[in-house]
């Protein structure tokens, strides 16, 4: 598959992210596993087209959703 391609999926997995964040501001938890969910495919390509800063960004994003879905749950949000 493309480069191109692979950027076109990328845009795709951004509305899934802009969705999880929509409903993170409706309050639900549950929005932060999407939002978190949602930059898998950013690592798969950054590996694939040696892109290591979008690499290195991703455990960032995973930390910062990861414990904003935990307070979220443990708040009964």
Do not use: C
Request: hydrophobic share 60%; charged share 10%.
């Amino acid at each position: 598959m493309s480069e191109q391609s692979w950027w076109w999926i990328l845009l795709a997995f951004e509305v899934v992210g802009i969705a999880g964040q929509w409903i993170v501001g409706s309050g639900r938890w549950w929005g932060w596993l999407i939002v978190l969910g949602h930059s898998i495919p950013w690592v798969v390509v950054a590996v694939l087209f040696e892109r290591w800063g979008a690499a290195a960004m991703a455990p960032l994003w995973w930390a910062v959703n990861g414990a904003n879905a935990y307070r979220w749950k443990r708040l009964g949000r």
